[in-house]
C-alpha cells in the first residue's frame, strides 16, 4: 500500500468515525435493534464498512448520555441480546442534527462543484481574475 | 453452558480475555457490560456465518469484530472526551470569574485585580518554596547535632562551652537529666521529622506547581478567546455567516467579482 492509500484510507476511517454515531442514531430511529442487527443495517449494502466492535462503545455512550436506552431480553436461541432504542430525548436530537448534517453535504458538495467549474476556465481568464483579487 | 465447539469456545474466550485485559482501566461494571455484549455478538455473527468449517467461521467473525485494542481504543476516546468535559466546569467557573473582572466598569481594574491576584500566588509559591527549604536544612543540621551528641559528646560539649549550641529554660533542664545518647536520639528523632515535614513540601510542589500552571494556562486561554471574539465581531462584516444556509450563501462567482471578499473559512 503506497502513502496516498494509506493517507486516504485513514481520512475515510475518520470521516466513517464522524457519521456512524448519526447513522446509528438514524437505524434506532426507525425501531429497536440489538447490537448484532444494528450492525447488520449498518453494514448491510455495503456502503459502510467498519470493525462492527467499535458499534458497542458508541451505544454505550449514547445510553450514558440518555439518548438511547437499553435492556437485556433473553433470547431462546443462545445468550441473551442487548436492544436499543432512541429516548425522546435522542429523537430530538436526532431530529435536530439532520439538517445540520444535510447542510454540511450540500457544503462540501457545492465547494467540488465550485471548484470544478473554476477549473473549467480558460487560463488567461483566471489570471485575469487573480490580478483583479490583487488589485 | 457453551454454545459452540470445545475449539471454538477456546478461541472465543481468548478474544474475550484480550478485550478483558485492554479493559482494565475501565469501571468493572463497564467491563462485564461489554464483554457481555461482545459475547452476544459473536455468537450472532457466529451463527449467521453458515458456509464454512467451525473455527473458519468464528476467525472470519472476529476479524470482522475487530482487535481487541481497536474496540477499546474507540471506548478510551471517549472517556478522554469525558475527562475533559469534567475539566471544563472548574474552567468555565474560572473562565466566568476572569471574565467578570474584565467586565468591571473601572476600566483597567480588573487587569489590576488579574496582575495583583497573580503576584500573590507567585508570593505564596516563594513562602512555600523557602518554608520548604528552610525546615529541609534545619532538620538535617538537627539530626548532624544529634549524631554529634551520640557519637562525639566531647565536642558538643566543647560547643556549647563556646556558647554554639545553647539550651534554655525548661528544654535545657529536661536535657540535662538525660545521657548523652538519649539526648542524641531525642535529637535525631525530632529533627528526622521536621526534614520528613521538609521533603514532603517539596513533594507537594510538583502538584502545587502543576496547579498553578493550570490556573496560569486557563486565565491566559480565556483572556485570548475572549480578545479573539472581540477582535472576530469587530472585523468580520456579517458574523451570522455559519448560520447562513448553503443554498442561500454567495456563489463563487460572486465572491471572487468582489474581488475583497473574506472568507472566515481559513
Redesign the interface.
Known sequence: MDYLDAEKERRVTQLRKGILELAIMGSLYRQQH????L?RVLTGDGSLLL????V???L??LDKEGLVRSEWVESD??????YYSLTANGRKIFESLMPEFD?LV??VK?SRN?AK??QDQPLGERIL?KR??K? | MS?YPEVVEKIVQDYLQRVAIQLKRFPNS?QK??L??????I???Y??ESDSEPVDRILEVLR????PA???A??L??SLLSLKKLKKVPLSVLGGIVVGMFGLPLGFAGVAILLGGLGAMLGLVAAFFATATLLLVTGVTGMGLGLLRMLNPDLWDHLVAQGFIQFHGRIGQFFDLLSPATQGGILVFLFMAVAAAGLGMLWLSKRLLKGLRFLFDLMLDRAKSLFGRRRRRAFAGDPGWLKT???E?P??EAS??S?TSYSPIR
Not at chain 1, 470493525?51 to 467499535?54: A, L, R, S, V
Not at chain 2, 457481555?36 to 455478538?41: A, I, M
Not at chain 2, 470482522?64 to 482487535?67: A, D, T, W
Request: with cysteine; glycine share 10%; proline share 6%.
Open positions: 440489538y447490537g448484532y442487527s450492525v470493525k462492527e466492535g467499535t458497542y462503545p458508541i454505550t455512550r436461541q443462545g445468550p441473551p441480546r442487548k447542510q450540500s457544503l457545492q465550485g467549474s473554476r481574475v483583479e483579487e488589485g | 454454545h463497564d457490560e461489554l457481555k455484549e461482545l459475547g452476544s455478538h455468537y450472532e455473527s451463527c449467521a470482522k469484530l475487530g482487535e481497536d474496540v477499546v474507540e471506548k476516546h471517549e444556509p448553503v443554498s450563501a456563489s463563487e471572487i467579482s474581488s
